[in-house]
């Protein structure tokens, strides 16, 4: 029958294996902090998500010499113009405070 | 042009991509029993000042075709509307529609 192994031997038996092993020696389980620096960035993975898609805008602003139409922007200002030609338009943009509409706004 | 949700999605993804290890930083220090309360407080209080996009948490998979967020189904990062339509139209090698 084999004798009870001391807990002192047990002891200096793991701390040799964390020295072996390059493992930290924490045998009251203290929180050390290490699992967050352990753990793998996830920023990059993270951005990989959507697909870029191309910005006409940006792409005509870096070469203005390429003949692109950006549709979108040509229909959104052709929007813009019917509804100032049927007075939707938005409104004009107070110069001081006292123009705002909100401050002639009767409560 | 995705929508708003998507753009802020990606604005979130970007903002803990480039605080990420910082942010890590200070967690560890935080959290780390053996310092003394005051470090840790003080690193506690730093994390505090960091902005809400910054947090891996306020990250979520939405669909990559129409921008819903909810019935995604992750393998395809689809909703499942779009899942459907583009598995009709053979768009996903490998997915048919059960038929028996």
């Given amino acids: 029958m084999a004798a009870a192994i001391r807990p002192m031997r047990l002891a200096a038996l793991t701390r040799s294996r964390c020295s072996i092993f390059q493992t930290a020696y924490n045998p009251t389980s203290a929180r050390t902090g290490a699992k967050y620096l352990r753990a793998r960035l996830r920023g990059p993975s993270m951005v990989k998500y959507y697909t870029p898609e191309a910005n006409i805008a940006q792409i005509m602003r870096q070469w203005p010499g390429l003949e692109i139409i950006n549709f979108a922007e040509e229909e959104r200002l052709r929007d813009v113009e019917d509804k100032k030609k049927r007075g939707k338009g938005a409104p004009k943009k107070a110069k001081e405070k006292g123009d705002s509409r909100r401050a002639s706004r009767r409560r | 042009m995705p929508n708003a949700r998507v753009l802020r999605d990606i604005k979130a993804r970007n903002v803990v991509k480039t605080s990420e290890v910082l942010r890590k930083a200070y967690l560890c220090v935080a959290r780390n029993e053996t310092l003394s309360p005051q470090v840790r407080h003080q690193a506690q209080l730093q994390l505090n000042t960091f902005g809400k996009y910054t947090r891996p948490t306020t990250v979520k998979n939405r ?13 395809f990062a689809l909703c499942r509307y779009q899942f459907r339509l583009k598995a009709l139209n053979l768009d996903l090698p490998g997915v048919r529609k059960a038929s028996w």
């Fill in chain 2, 63 to 75: 669909c990559t075709e129409s921008g819903r967020g909810r019935g995604i189904i992750s393998e």
